[in-house]
């Protein structure tokens, strides 16, 4: 298995540009996780599915969208790119049976995202 | 809301030297309690977590954390570090609900001189 796989490593923008993070995970892992980490503040949920077709809103979901047409992906679309969404971006996901269910959190190896 | 601390924002030791880490949360019900560790230029992986049971969790690489319900903490700890336990960790907190959302610690950086 490759885990959680994530493109492009690093990408540099020009503000107001647009762009898609990929995440991929060969799992079979229900639920998927986009958070951003910057320094000092630790990793801030972005948006998060818990199957195929189904999205929510986490703690930080300004300036992103998501879609999750497939258990297997899972990709974070920027629209218009700003200076605040310079960050780290790292895709997760887990399996879960149950409702509230407390499975493990794999994590891919990030996106460092700079925009200019 | 649940909330995750983490006082040590940077520690730094030398080799052979015992560690702990604190890490404290808020939230009233039942939790699930996890420790990641991200060495440089990597991604997070876990180290150990807490579901129920035993409060001492043992993990890999030596580690340990102990889950005290009435000072809501969830201590990391390590006997002797090594050079090679140079890294970033963050404690994180799973409450109630059905969507296994995480609340992450601002993480502390742990540097280990040889």
């Known amino acids: 298995n490759a885990g959680v796989t994530q493109t492009p490593k690093f990408r540099i923008l020009k503000i107001g540009q647009s762009m898609t993070l990929q995440c991929t995970q060969d799992m079979n892992h229900n639920y998927m996780y986009w958070y951003r980490q910057d320094p000092g503040m630790g990793l801030k949920l972005i948006y998060y599915s818990v199957g195929a077709g189904i999205t929510d809103k986490g703690e930080v979901p300004n300036g992103y969208n998501v879609s999750r047409s497939t258990t297997e992906d899972f990709p974070l679309r920027l629209e218009l790119a700003a200076p605040s969404q310079t960050s780290v971006y790292f895709c997760?996901?887990?399996?879960?049976?149950?409702?509230?269910?407390?499975?493990?959190?794999?994590f891919g190896p990030g996106t460092r995202l700079t925009v200019l | 809301a649940q909330s995750v601390s983490q006082h040590n924002h940077h520690v730094i030791l030398s080799e052979a030297a015992s560690l702990e880490l604190g890490c404290n949360y808020s939230?009233?019900?039942?939790?699930?309690l996890f420790w990641y560790v991200q060495y440089p230029g990597q991604h997070l992986q876990l180290l150990l977590k807490y579901f129920s049971g035993d409060p001492l969790v043992k993990g890999i690489k030596g580690f340990e954390a102990e889950f005290i319900k009435s000072k809501f903490s969830f201590n990391l700890r390590k006997p002797s570090v090594q050079w090679s336990d140079t890294a970033e960790y963050f404690c994180?907190?799973?409450?109630?609900?059905?969507?296994?959302?995480?609340?992450f610690g601002t993480g502390t950086l742990l540097a280990v001189q040889p």
């Open positions: 997760a996901s887990s399996y879960d049976g149950l409702a509230g269910g407390t499975d493990t959190q794999y």
């Open positions: 994180a907190v799973k409450g109630g609900g059905a969507t296994n959302k995480l609340i």
């Open positions: 939230y009233g019900g039942t939790v699930n």
